[in-house]
């Protein structure tokens, strides 16, 4: 980085990009204090902050030396020094560290330099704007919320019970932003944060907490941006092998699940798992049926599975369960890990912190406690599912640590919230590494944080709502995709058909078929029953949904060679699956407008159908490439918005011409 | 007001009250800077602020002199002065005055000493909360919107539209508050303000500019609070004796009016006035009816209403129109008023700055140029209105003053906006004068903001829901009744049955007897046709409800000796008609809690019936008083809440058994 002299201040540079200015009237940082107001309600969050001071540090006091520049920040330029920062690093890469600074500062704000038209993506697992310009985005891991457009009757009914959401709401965020500048940023932090887009000429960080850290990175080509964050925040093992040979199908209907299992492979299916959340039991509540939250087999649900399970992966068919990071109070494992003190504490007793789930009351094991870790890992992972048989599951939740938590590191609860889904991959990583399964068993999440990549095999999407509403429906699953890869997630997936059904809001089964469709073209296909199984259509209920599953599953399967080699790409260099228009097609303005569409790997131009009742999609293909129609094989040349006939089984996809794999793509047409 | 040193800092004490605690750690006063986006749709406001700076002014340099105290504040020891506060004024009242601020202040935040259990109260004319504790209130004149309660179908609906507003909106605001601590404070700005009163230990003032001053006022009583705040922002002259005698019933029927006037008057209705605000004419647009906003008689609409007008009158009905402050830009006014200069600008251009009000444009009339002031008074309320024969009118608007408006003054918008509903009620009380009417020609606004008491003999509380609903029906009247007459407005009325009808939600029978019941106990009685008449029930379309109204209007008239006086002891003392319990009972707590009655005068307490369906009704009568209920004789001791029947016609009214009109009040029983 390079410290530029200007008149009254300065600029910081990286390979000739300004990333900040400085100047006694305009600085580059604000200090301050806030007051906090936090309120959870079934991981949702309500927080408010009381600004008491925002003072600007108008004047900078310079030292270079020993390769690194030193900035004295302070009020007034008589004023003691109120934080200094310190920048190191070379032309591409560099890091600017706090120190010094002054106690009572617990809010920070800091600028970085902004152009009229530049764009950001990135900033986690994003659903509903990939481009985050012209908005603000706080980091903090929650419940995304039900509709989450507050404009819908749905948010609005949603709202009510405190569960609508809005856009920014995600249940991985992360501090990190690529720019069309061709620059990367990331904030050190777990401290509540945001990034505010809205301003002309610079971006805003806000910090809840003097960060650790800012690190930047400046690169010639969006790819290599993408592979630098990715070795900063961890790679993933390639997908295992036995997910390309089909669809994980979800069922959660007992003993029943296999008879339904059968249903599917008479339909010609190409099955590589059954994922059962309901196998460790079930709890009755008002809500309807919920699992039993005492992570083991229940045999009364699911007898003989310890024989079952074998017997499937005898056929090509893995079992997948479910587990998260509760105890639920009356399970057998709640007593064993309080009395070890394996639990959070509540902020006023030495109890444990006990959280209402909606009729059941469940403890929290403290993983900042590494007996407490290792005895989830070792224990109710490693023993209880992964020598039981499990190939996989959901490692749901992460998102709903209290803030006012007491932990055994003594890390504040404000500080552990967002660390807590890096901590809950990493326990499921280390217990699958113990068993030497990395890369083999499949677990699955949906919270995450800043080097939650480094743990977690794939992510999914989270519960969206059973529709094509913007953001909340199918569409956000793409938004998703494409933001968490580029910071280095490279395999996404979702709950085909959507999970969360409410207020009469049911899955059609033309939103099935769309979403059958897109999920052929992610890395991983896999069904969910939904938060609402007998009021919703499910795809073994209805002849033509199932046959046109059964389809698309073939076609998942078709593509296991390519998607095989993707996925050793990714393993290799951290480039997603899924990635956007512009990541191949950076020459192309028009490449980085589009969140609908996106690419599989450098050949396939996938466009899902993302409204009900289309029969013709359109899609922009970029220029650059000559691009071929999946089913009719109509030619187009790049550069253009094209239109194509796009019948149900017919998802709107394109090829290059002169992929490798040509052949491989055309031959789709004719499954 | 007395400085009192304290270790690292000082208190201001006022009679004994600390009104600002400062110490080095926690500082009185903050200043900085904010960039602010205001957008607005049909006078409802969209306005954010980006706090670039929050600076604490910890230190304070203090000279005493001349009998006033110098505090001249500044961010460190050795920095230099950002702001001077002068304070002056005597034992009781005081004043604090800002000199000397730095240039680049355009945010100021002043904590003033609050103790945890105190109330606050005023605020102009608040809808929602009468107490304003626990929450914030900007002070930006506006549409109080639709709804008003972000629970709700209607407002959800609203906001769709941009029309939904919430608890703080109003078109009435006023930056002075009174304290259960007995005391009253004034900000004296016309800038975008807002008082915080959601801190424990202090309410948060927060200023977009420095403020001329604040104003400060201590009493033993809380009635002398009430004076105190009259003396300063103006008096009402007394009633017009004719309105006293009767209701004034609006129509707006055209020629018709007349004869819709005479089955009230068959039906047994006192009459005072008939209210036609068609008297301008129609426009006829796609949202329905509006009238044709061109201020003056169309003979089209009233064929030979300048003969009917002196009928009616020999007859004790006076004829009340309707004007605002716009000229439509297809009417006779607005040519005269663009060539001779007298409209307000764009902001980029010597061009009127045109408002569209849907589908019709109109030219804002700038008050600010006092010969557009003068032309307005004299020929538009003068000649056209007051020399025509109009008793009284609707002033109506004076919220939708563009924040970005040129004025002729050179008064920035963003400074005008909240200063334009006294202009306008200026307006109107000079054409008053200048025909020797006042006191005696009645006008009625809704929009206000300080200083408007001097000028605007009537409220009325704006265009209510036509329901029930707690924060934009019926209830919303009494906390805007009670706000209003605390800060010095003494007469307030609304419109019976409510105005706004929407998404199909219309009048009920019920609703309009019990408006009426509450109506009648109020200084003005008046009906409106609402926003959509055909769709909604009128009071002359239900035999049971036009008597049921008849009646009232009877007890209306019955009470004229009563409200006679108390519209003379307003006009003396600035004590308003309507009072809550604590102005005559600060002996007693619970008077305190308590915005859904009212004392009517000191003797009468009014408990509306604020419900759908409700056959009994419950009221505190506060402690230092025996209370007699109307209807049933049965007394009751005060400090209990009571439970009465509450039929249809027997509105829950108590009055002193000691009053020295008991006889007056018990005769109403018999109407």
């Not at 020094?81 to 032309?91: I, P």
């Not at 993707?566 to 969140?595: I, K, M, N, Y």
Request: overall charge negative; hydrophobic content about 40%; charged content about 25%.
């Amino acid at each position: 980085m390079q410290l530029i002299d200007q008149a009254d201040g300065f600029d910081l540079a990286l390979d000739g990009r300004i990333v900040a200015r400085h100047r006694a009237a305009a600085p580059m940082i604000f200090v301050g204090q806030g007051e906090p107001s936090v309120q959870m309600n079934k991981g949702h969050f309500k927080i408010d902050d009381y600004v008491v001071a925002r003072v600007p540090l108008a004047h900078a006091r310079i030292v270079r030396r020993d390769g690194e520049v030193r900035l004295a920040f302070s009020a007034g330029p008589s004023d003691a020094s109120s934080l200094t920062l310190v920048v190191t690093g070379g032309e591409n890469d560099a890091a600017i560290r706090f120190e010094g600074a002054d106690a009572s500062i617990n809010r920070l704000w800091l600028r970085i330099a902004a152009e009229q038209e530049e764009r950001v993506w990135g900033g986690g697992e994003q659903l509903s704007y990939f481009d985050m310009r012209g908005r603000r985005f706080p980091m903090w891991t929650s419940e995304p919320g039900n509709g989450r457009d507050k404009s819908t009757l749905m948010t609005f009914k949603a709202d009510r019970t405190g569960s609508g959401g809005d856009y920014y709401n995600t249940n991985y965020p992360q501090p990190t932003w690529l720019s069309s500048r061709r620059y990367a940023l990331h904030v050190e932090t777990t401290a509540y944060s945001a990034f505010d887009f809205r301003h002309g000429d610079f971006h805003e960080i806000e910090v809840w907490a003097v960060p650790e850290r800012i690190e930047l990175w400046a690169r010639d080509h969006f790819i290599d941006l993408v592979r630098a964050l990715s070795d900063r925040f961890g790679r993933q093992p390639p997908l295992p092998d036995w997910v390309l040979q089909g669809a994980i199908v979800g069922l959660k209907d007992g003993e029943r699940s296999f008879e339904r299992l059968e249903a599917f492979r008479a339909a010609g299916a190409a099955i590589s798992g059954i994922w059962c959340e309901d196998w460790v039991g079930l709890r009755i509540t008002t809500f309807g049926r919920r699992l039993y939250w005492d992570w083991k087999w229940d045999p009364k649900r699911y007898p003989g599975l310890d024989r079952k399970i074998p017997e499937l992966a005898g056929e090509g068919v893995r079992f997948l369960g479910y587990v998260n990071p509760y105890l639920c109070v009356d399970g057998e494992l709640y007593p064993h890990a309080a009395a070890e003190g394996y639990l959070a504490l509540r902020p006023d007793a030495d109890e444990p912190y006990i959280v209402d789930f909606g009729e059941f009351d469940c403890g929290i094991v403290d993983f900042t406690n590494p007996k407490a870790a290792a005895w989830f890992e070792d224990v109710v992972i490693g023993r209880n599912m992964l020598d039981f048989g499990l190939s996989g599951w959901m490692a749901d939740f992460g998102e709903y640590l209290p803030h006012d938590v007491r932990l055994a590191s003594g890390l504040d609860g404000m500080l552990a919230h967002n660390a807590w889904p890096t901590l809950w991959g990493q326990v499921n990583a280390r217990a699958v590494a113990s068993r030497g399964k990395t890369g083999e068993a499949l677990f699955f999440m949906r919270a995450g944080f800043t080097g939650v990549q480094a743990h977690c095999p794939l992510l999914w999407a989270g519960d969206q709502s059973v529709d094509f509403t913007r953001h909340d429906g199918l569409p956000s699953v793409i938004c998703a995709a494409l933001s968490s890869g580029l910071v280095g997630n490279a395999f996404h997936h979702s709950d085909i058909g959507g999970y969360t059904s409410l207020y009469g809001n049911v899955r059609t089964a033309e939103l099935m078929q769309r979403w059958s469709e897109m999920a052929a073209f992610t890395p991983v296909m896999r069904s969910h029953e939904g938060n609402r199984p007998d009021q919703n259509l499910q795809l073994d209920q209805d002849p033509d949904v199932l046959a046109h599953f059964a389809r698309m599953t073939r076609i998942y399967r078709h593509l296991a060679p390519y998607l095989a080699e993707l996925s050793q790409e990714a393993a290799t260099t951290g480039v997603p699956v899924q990635r956007p228009l512009f990541l191949h097609f950076e020459g192309d303005p028009r490449a980085f407008e589009c969140q609908v569409s996106y690419l599989y790997g450098p050949d396939l131009l996938v466009a899902p159908v993302l409204e009900a009742g289309a029969e013709r999609w359109s899609a922009y293909l970029p220029a650059g490439a000559e691009w071929r129609h999946l089913w009719s094989g109509e030619t187009f040349a790049g550069g253009a918005e094209v239109s194509v006939a796009a019948p149900i089984g017919q998802p709107p996809v394109f090829y290059r011409a002169d992929a490798a794999r040509a052949d491989l793509f055309a031959a789709l047409a004719t499954l």
